[in-house]
């Protein structure tokens, strides 16, 4: 337990989350190799060790955020190229350091923001890395606990089909992808399920007015009970930046 102790208080460790959780995980397959090996894996060994790290991982009130962000850079770019076993190995392993965790409500709000930029931003390296992740956070605490983040991969692919019915709907008979020269990528959010933001009044150029009230007439039509309008802190929803950085498509809240 003294070796944890001295790692959870680590000032450089505690500086870097990804090498803070790595240095977890090293720690606890060292001791398990040793007590599989010497001690056959008694259960009363695991037991303490398994004791030690929940003490010890609960001392850093860090831990929560900082395992979510480990996972975060994993489904990245860490687990870009490895094999489907070897994601499976390294989800198993943060999930025991998650089943240490007290705080795990926490885990879940950081783990929730983490999600939700990986789904908008397309920056996951794997959809089957992802949606492994969840099911092994079900199985530990249950649908609930999952409930909202399901609810994301839900909205992603409503979205997705939304997106292709507006395009041969409305853009493809008119010869042309863009709107008035943009293109426009839409994703309809449940609110209840992603993070919040807050919402600012915005002035936004005419070009993305016109891209967002042609997509209002046809998402209206086809599902009056949702209402469309930017997410105003996220960067989809504000004035682009001057060239060669493009807008990026709103959010749309329903």
């Known amino acids: 337990q003294g070796r944890g102790q001295q790692l959870v208080q680590d000032d450089e460790k505690k500086g870097d989350p990804v090498k803070y959780v790595e240095a977890l995980l090293s720690l606890r397959d060292k001791y398990q190799a040793i007590i599989e090996e010497a001690f056959e894996g008694d259960k009363s060994f695991l037991n303490a060790l398994n004791g030690a790290f929940e003490s010890f991982v609960n001392d850093n009130a860090q831990s929560p955020e900082f395992i979510s962000l480990f996972v975060d850079d994993q489904l990245r770019r860490g687990l870009k190229g490895h094999s489907e076993d070897d994601m499976e190995r390294l989800l198993d392993k943060v999930v025991m350091l998650f089943r240490y965790l007290q705080d795990k409500d926490i885990f879940e709000k950081y783990y929730k923001q983490h999600l939700a930029k990986r789904l908008l931003g397309a920056r996951s390296v794997s959809d089957d890395a992802e949606r492994s992740m969840i099911t092994k956070l079900k199985h530990e605490c249950g649908y609930q606990f999952t409930s909202k983040l399901e609810g994301m991969f839900l909205d992603m692919k409503m979205s997705a089909d939304t997106q292709d019915a507006f395009r041969e709907k ?23 399920f992603w993070p919040t933001y807050k919402s600012d ?23 009056r009970h949702a209402s469309v309008g930017p997410t105003a802190d996220r960067p989809s929803a504000r004035p682009p930046p001057p060239p060669p950085h493009p807008p990026a498509p709103p959010s749309l809240g329903r």
């Open 201 to 223: 009044d915005l002035n936004l150029p005419k070009e993305l007015v016109a891209c967002i009230e042609t997509f209002r007439a046809f998402y209206d039509g086809n599902d």
């Open 170 to 192: 409305v853009l493809q008979p008119s010869g042309s992808s863009k709107i008035d020269g943009g293109e426009l990528g839409v994703h309809v959010l449940t609110t209840g």
